[in-house]
């Protein structure tokens, strides 16, 4: 059974941080880009940062480029992203997914946004910022 498993979420004031952890079962985690989307009430999903699983190539959305920090454990199958300088705008549920076609090209993991089926997800994780 593939699994995604969230945890780390939680609520902290604007200027903290916080660490979520994707611990991953179930299928290839080498095999696999992984990282994380976000979607806010009312918002779009976005892709917010995920990993390479060849190169340890990475991306992140612009807005929080020098903020947050992406890495993966091979030996634990997990999969980190570090949030340090919260503000507000960074409020949503932040979801795991795993792309095995990302391993080959990273850009199309952003791209499970429109084609969900396509990857594994997880069950989300709430982040609250408060000002």
């Known amino acids: 059974e593939v699994r995604l498993v969230e945890s780390g979420g939680g609520l902290v004031q604007a200027g903290g941080s916080l660490r979520l952890s994707c611990s991953a079962s179930?299928?290839?985690?080498?095999?696999?880009?992984i990282g994380w989307f976000r979607q806010a009430p009312g918002k779009e999903r976005e892709g917010v940062s995920c990993?390479?699983?060849?190169?340890?190539?990475?991306y992140y959305l612009d807005s929080v480029k020098g903020r947050f920090t992406i890495s993966r454990d091979s030996a634990q199958n997990t999969v980190y992203l570090q949030m340090n300088n919260l503000n507000p705008e960074d409020t949503a549920v932040y979801y795991c997914?795993?792309?095995?076609?990302?391993?080959?090209?990273?850009?199309?993991?952003?791209?499970?946004?429109?084609?969900?089926?396509?990857?594994?997800w997880g069950q989300g994780t709430q982040v609250t910022v408060s000002s």
């Open positions: 997914a795993a792309d095995s076609r990302a391993s080959i090209l990273l850009s199309l993991w952003l791209t499970l946004k429109d084609n969900p089926s396509l990857g594994y």
């Open positions: 179930g299928f290839g985690f080498d095999e696999y880009a």
């Open positions: 990993i390479s699983s060849l190169d340890d190539d990475t």
